[in-house]
């Protein structure tokens, strides 16, 4: 184990800890960004992982003793969060969103979508959340945004869909997890491929990276599949071809919900449509809503 994190060994509460843990972690060059935002934060989420709390921990449990184990196990982690560069939630293999923890590997994106503030606002003001009864998700990953929108609004049916085997399976898991088998059906899917019906809202958070900024992330996002951020030269490339087949799968006051970020402004030059930009309390930017009768008038 390496010697950086001995210094550890020596905290007897879990004020101590967290106050090591940030130390430590804000004097290496990490990348924050997966689900907390600063080296606080992030030593916080270990606490709460350590402690097996849904919650941050208030002033009284944070003078709670620590024992041998807990603190090996806090060394474990700070190897693989410095050493290996791998983003938290890649290590506890949970991920909260929109308050629900949600299982996550490898094998999917670290949800931090701010799609979660438009769910817990049952996306007031920008929709009437009564009118919707279809919604479909594509490219869910771990679930987290389709599962979301099941618990929030309760007489909705969803359907999610992902091109990767390996990402069905994990939406499969937290699906049964949250018990919501039978409300959100997870579909193995190219796209529109192999949907039917027609949806009141279509919401996505494609892959939208450009190759430029590909090349240049951080160690930590070489943990996430590619497959989940690679979207060609301007980062359009499923963003095109979401909102060119769209169109028949929507219903006649259909909305189209699309989380393009880093390539926002592209899409905002590429296609000449009037798109609404989503405000965000919580931060967050680049997603934007279009009616379906905008798309339909492109074809
Ligand atoms: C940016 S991630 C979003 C994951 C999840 N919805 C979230 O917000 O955390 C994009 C997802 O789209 C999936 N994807 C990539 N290409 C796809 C395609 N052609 N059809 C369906 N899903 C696709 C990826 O596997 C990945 O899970």
């Given amino acids: 184990m390496d010697t950086r994190f001995e210094l550890i060994n020596r905290c007897s509460t879990y004020e101590e800890l967290l106050h090591d843990l940030e130390s430590i972690l804000s004097n290496e060059d990490l990348f924050f960004g997966h689900g907390t935002g600063n080296a606080m934060d992030e030593s916080m989420a270990i606490i709460m992982f350590l402690s097996e709390s849904a919650d941050t921990l208030q002033e009284g ?17 700070l190897y693989q969060r410095i050493v290996e560069s791998k983003p938290l939630p890649y290590i506890t293999h949970e991920a909260y969103f929109c308050g629900k923890k949600f299982y996550v590997d490898e094998r999917v994106l670290i949800p931090r979508s701010p799609i979660a503030e438009l769910i817990n606002n049952r996306f007031e003001p920008w929709l009437n959340s009564n009118s919707l009864k279809r919604i479909l998700e594509i490219g869910t990953g771990s679930g987290c945004i389709a599962l979301s929108i099941a618990e929030a609004l309760s007489h909705i049916e969803v359907v999610a869909t992902d091109v990767s085997s390996d990402a069905i399976d994990v939406a499969l898991r937290n699906t049964k997890a949250l018990g919501l088998g039978n409300r959100v059906e997870i579909i193995e899917s190219d796209l529109f491929e192999n949907v039917n019906g027609v949806f009141d809202l279509i919401i996505t958070n494609p ?82 809503l279009i009616e379906a009768s905008h798309l339909k008038k492109t074809d």
């Fill in 207 to 288: 892959p939208y990276v450009p190759s430029k900024i590909m090349s240049d992330l951080p160690n930590e996002y070489l943990h996430e599949p590619s497959l989940a951020l690679a979207a060609g030269d301007n980062g359009l490339d499923f963003i095109y071809r979401i909102l060119h087949d769209a169109p028949p799968f929507l219903s006649d006051n259909g909305i189209v919900i699309i989380e393009a970020g880093v390539a926002s402004e592209n899409m905002e030059k590429e296609f000449n449509m009037p798109f609404v930009w989503i405000d965000f309390e919580k931060g967050g930017e680049g997603v934007a």
């Fill in 61 to 77: 449990e944070l003078k709670t003793a620590t024992h041998e184990d807990l603190l090996e196990k806090a060394k474990e982690i």
